[in-house]
């Protein structure tokens, strides 16, 4: 009898493994709850009684502007901010929980992807995989067999077909985004949360990192998906969770109603935003920068150009979209403009007529060029600085009197922009990295706004920025254009580039495929030019 015990009960367990199950449509229960989370840092009340119920197996998407209060929370959930570092309680199938660290939020079988990659670039995929998780033998060595058999099988899981031992450094971003699900995935994660997963990824790669998310989603592993893109949220989320001013607003059920962006956005805002973009009929003036036969050598391959004899003009008062694919040549145009590639580049820069020759930045900065780097925390600010410091880097030569700064105009003008860009901080001497992602986009805004540019190059200026901070850069885009500033915006999101410039470029391998105004120009165009159309 218990022979017939077992086999029927083994029969059932073998039925449950190959079997897909809908979550909520089986088991109603909650695999994870945050009950009235606070979280305060000094002048600031990051959550403020915040709640998430997480139904198991499901895609739960938690959307809100910079500053909501998601990063906080996650970082609750995860061990980040330990255990009596915060108010409230965090349940498990039920279970309270609490977490002194990463690892302890991990052995729970919950694994946070960050939107800033968390991978050794000088180590391979295998060696990436199970850092800090090391599979060893009986005398405690590292079983290189089984960590590259596991590390194959793990890679199959994510669709990523590459040997084990590729080093990180040769694999674009879309690839290192898929080894981090499979690290997750080594530590027999139920919990899963993504953090603006496609914000660097072009199409195709999104759309198949969209797909394996689905994919776990039938094994049972439970997602939480933080993202910007609200079409991408809608997509694919079972329910939607948003947050605003640290606060829970509401979850929506995407199978049980009809969400729409729209009632999103007023969710994420307070209020109706009826123009995304805030289009205004610029006049464009005079030339202000010309650059001609620009030519760029590749820096690594010997004979090769990363810019290939490239030609256009900015006008004073308008806006000019830069659109293109992902290794298109648009950053690399831009960095080389603004004096990153050093002397061995050919070609003619002018600048209100005048010939100008850019060797670095700082001589790219005293001819009257501002530019806003995509990588805002690597490139574009100094994460341990403060407001004040970050605000002024650029124009010491401005506030120094014999190698002096004068610190009273340091903190004037940072006032002055700060106030002007609607910056929320608690203090000038806030350090950039407690702010969330908007105002920091705003920091360096207004660190180039103070070197008063003649041409102000934006190169993704709202990448990883939620609606709400998205239309307060655009309307000071628009006020820049007004005030005679020529302005080069790069961006791969085509809406954008759409519903902002005034005249379109679209480059494809290092050089121009077409120019077009905004009333010709189509998403099918630009896709069109950006893939070597002409």
């Excluded at 909520?24 to 009950?35: C, D, F, R, S």
């Excluded at 290189?144 to 194959?152: D, I, L, M, V």
């Excluded at 293109?324 to 950053?331: K, P, V």
């Excluded at 106030?419 to 990295?433: F, R």
Aim: proline share 3%; aromatic share 4%.
């Amino acid at each position: 009898m218990v022979i017939a015990k077992n086999r029927i009960w083994d029969s059932f367990l073998s039925h449950m493994r190959h079997t897909e199950w809908k979550p909520g449509k089986i088991m109603g229960e909650y695999i994870l709850e945050m009950k009235n989370i606070v979280k305060e840092f000094p002048g600031v009340r990051a959550l403020d009684d915040v709640n998430l119920q997480v139904k198991e197996g499901e895609i739960h998407a938690l959307v809100g502007e910079n500053g909501a209060g998601k990063s906080t929370l996650m970082k609750v959930l995860s061990g980040v901010h330990p255990a009596g570092t915060y108010q409230g309680e965090i349940l498990i199938d039920d279970q309270p929980q609490s977490f002194d660290g990463i690892r302890e939020s991990e052995a729970a079988g919950i694994a946070v992807i960050y939107q800033e990659l968390a991978l050794v670039k000088f180590m391979n995929v295998a060696e990436n995989i199970f850092l800090g998780n090391e599979i060893r033998d009986a005398r405690g060595a590292i079983d290189w067999h089984e960590t590259y058999a596991k590390s194959r099988d793990l890679l199959k899981e994510v669709t990523l077909n590459i040997p084990p031992e590729t080093r990180i450094m040769n694999l674009g971003i879309g690839a290192q985004q898929l080894i981090e699900i499979a690290k997750a995935l080594s530590k027999n994660t139920r919990i899963l949360v993504l953090d603006e997963p496609t914000a660097a990824l072009n199409e195709t790669e999104s759309a198949n990192l969209l797909n394996i998310i689905r994919t776990l989603k039938k094994k049972g592993v439970t997602c939480i998906y933080i993202s910007h893109k609200l079409e991408e949220v809608l997509d694919i989320a079972d329910r939607i969770t948003v947050l605003r001013d640290g606060r829970t607003i509401e979850t929506r059920d995407t199978e049980q109603e009809n969400v729409t962006e729209n009632d999103i956005i007023s969710m994420m805002v307070g209020r109706t935003l009826t123009q995304r973009f805030p289009r205004v009929e610029h006049t464009a003036g005079e030339t202000i920068m010309s650059v001609k036969n620009w030519t760029v050598p590749h820096p690594d391959i010997p004979g090769k150009n990363i810019i290939e004899n490239v030609s256009f003009e900015v006008k004073k008062g308008e806006i000019l979209g830069v659109a293109g694919l992902m290794g298109a040549g648009r950053t690399e145009l831009a960095t080389s403009l603004f004096g990153a590639f050093g002397s061995n580049i050919t070609g003619e820069v002018k600048i209100n007529g005048l010939p100008v020759h850019i060797h670095n930045p700082e001589s790219a900065i005293l001819n009257g060029l501002g530019y806003v780097t995509e990588d805002r925390k690597s490139r574009g600010l100094v994460m341990g600085m403060n407001i004040i410091e970050n605000s002024t880097l650029a124009s010491h030569y401005r506030l120094s009197k014999g190698n002096v700064i004068n610190k009273l105009e340091e903190i004037l003008l940072t006032t002055k922009y700060v106030n002007q860009l609607n910056v929320k901080t608690p203090g000038l001497e806030q350090l950039v990295k407690n702010l969330s992602g908007g105002n920091q986009q705003k920091v360096i805004l207004g660190k180039w706004l103070m070197t008063q540019p003649t041409v102000l190059i934006l190169d993704e200026p709202t990448r990883g920025i939620d609606v709400g901070a998205k239309f307060e850069i655009y309307n000071i885009m628009n006020e820049l254009v007004d005030q005679g500033v020529g302005i080069v915006m790069i961006s791969s999101e085509l809406p954008e580039i759409l519903g902002m410039s005034d005249r379109i470029l679209v480059m494809h391998e290092g050089q121009f495929t077409g120019e077009l105004s905004y009333q010709d120009a189509d998403q099918e165009r630009l896709m069109h030019l950006a893939t070597g159309g002409r």
